[in-house]
């Protein structure tokens, strides 16, 4: 687990600080010692950190009056959305100022003619979808959890659906971001494509708040299917599952989610949720677009994972059953952590080429079956990403050195396969010390990006970028 840092790298706020955000802000200005904790953590193993102060907004303006005066007085901001992240990314492992942007969640205008939407950063995704729901639009990026979109920017999140509709950084189009120094920035405009200047959208997106705070989106929207469906199919191993999605990928069906479900992942899917899956490795599958074409994709991917060795081909028989799938799916992270109460979930993901992905995962098995905790494997296998759910107890130093070294070898390994340390978690604290090793003279760069646009270094400090 992460140490908490010192009180010397903690000095109290300065009172002309919080006597100007208490000011300005009333009630939504808080020092309270559970507010402090619950916006200290995430939905992860790292150890709670919590902020010296929350201020809850409801504007740009107000973010860029908080940056503004924490910069005067060199004190830390940390960005908080709804709190889902996975790698340490809300800790202020220096004291701070917390930021909520929860209250921001106004949806500003949907444009349903240009097939976009503008979003304050608190927006969740399903609090949009259901608002564009009549419209017979949506967005696609699905995480699974209820994240906040700007939270979703920031971590370069993608999901169930990333193999057809991409990930934010595919569908994020322009952004309002509150700099270093308080200023206000949007990064461009809403046409679909553009030439003029640097790119500060990608660049804002998947900084995690360490080179501005997301404020404000204009995301692309997505025409709801006419018809949509979903099976299951299970495989006598692991490797078989992920050779079929291969296959399926590279014979161009456009697959709109290709999910693997471990045995030991169905095992404690069947104990939580109640349901009697066969307890082998499971693929979830979905398919989009007009009956035909559905029915189509899905007789083209039966075909091949019955070859690969599946054993059946079950279709969900309505909507109910498929919407009960992706419940399961998105809730696999509470199922196998109830496998052992008392413990926490150690969440790790890669991503690797796809034609790596079987090699990789057969590997990693062998770490899996060899640990003396419970290990989950889950995946977006149609894009080469897969995640490793470790049951750890967190008072225990040996499980939590077995569990890092686990960790430090799948990374090595994707990263050895021209892979990623991370496919949507995000870097945060935990994956910070694997970025030289990943992007090289790279780190450098980012580097000298995060000292021009935060000289100070107070955006969300400590996160990304290893120590120098």
């Not at 149609?382 to 759910?389: Q, R, S, V």
């Amino acid at each position: 687990m992460n140490v908490q840092p010192s009180s010397l790298t903690r000095p109290p706020l300065p009172e002309a600080l919080t006597a100007a955000l208490s000011a300005r802000f009333g009630d939504r200005f808080s020092r309270r010692p559970a507010d402090l904790e619950a916006h200290g953590r995430g939905e992860s193993y790292h150890s709670a950190q919590p902020p010296q102060a929350v201020c809850r907004v409801a504007s740009t303006d107000e973010v860029a009056a908080i940056v503004t005066l924490c910069a005067a007085h060199r004190v830390p901001v940390i960005p908080f959305g709804a709190g889902t992240s996975l790698e340490g990314h809300v800790t202020a492992p220096y004291g701070g100022v917390c930021i909520d942007l929860g209250g921001m969640n106004r949806i500003v205008a949907v444009r349903a003619g240009d097939l976009d939407v503008t979003v304050e950063a608190g927006v969740t995704r399903q609090q949009l979808n259901t608002h564009l729901r009549d419209q017979g639009l949506f967005f696609p990026v699905d995480p699974g959890a209820e994240c906040t979109l700007g939270g979703m920017a920031a971590t370069r999140a993608s999901g169930t659906n990333a193999v057809r509709y991409g990930t934010m950084r595919e569908n994020v189009i322009s952004l309002t971001a509150v700099m270093a120094d308080g200023t206000i920035v949007r990064s461009g405009g809403r046409a679909r494509k553009s030439s003029a200047g640097y790119d500060l959208t990608r660049l804002l997106v998947g900084s995690e708040g360490t080179l501005g705070i997301i404020t404000e989106l204009t995301l692309r929207l997505y025409g709801i299917p006419e018809a949509v469906s979903a099976a299951t199919c299970t495989f006598p191993d692991i490797a078989s599952a992920v050779g079929s999605v291969i296959m399926a990928i590279q014979c161009g069906i456009p697959v709109a989610r290709a999910e693997l479900l471990d045995a030991r992942t169905i095992q404690a899917v069947n104990r939580h949720f109640k349901a009697t899956f066969a307890e082998l490795p499971t693929l979830f599958f979905e398919f989009h677009g007009t009956p035909a074409g559905v029915e189509e994709q899905a007789r083209q991917v039966q075909d091949i994972v019955s070859a690969s060795g599946s054993g059946d081909f079950h279709w969900a028989s309505g909507q109910e059953e498929a919407n009960r799938l992706w419940h399961i799916r998105h809730n696999v992270h509470y199922a196998v952590q109830g496998m052992r109460p008392g413990a926490q979930v150690w969440s790790t993901d890669v991503c690797v080429p796809l034609s790596q992905l079987t090699d990789l995962v057969r590997i990693t098995q062998d770490d899996v079956m060899a640990a003396s905790f419970f290990i989950s494997t889950v995946g977006h296998v149609g894009d080469g990403n897969f995640h490793l759910g470790l049951i750890v107890d967190p008072k225990n130093p040996d499980e939590l050195a077995e569990a890092a070294a686990i960790n430090d070898r799948l990374v090595k390994r994707a990263i050895a396969l021209d892979g990623t340390a991370t496919g949507e978690h995000g870097v945060g604290v935990g994956k910070r010390k694997f970025m030289e090793l990943e992007h090289g003279a790279g780190v450098a760069v980012m580097r000298a990006l995060k000292q021009a646009l935060d000289p100070l270094g107070i955006l969300n400090p400590g996160k990304v970028l290893p120590d120098a």
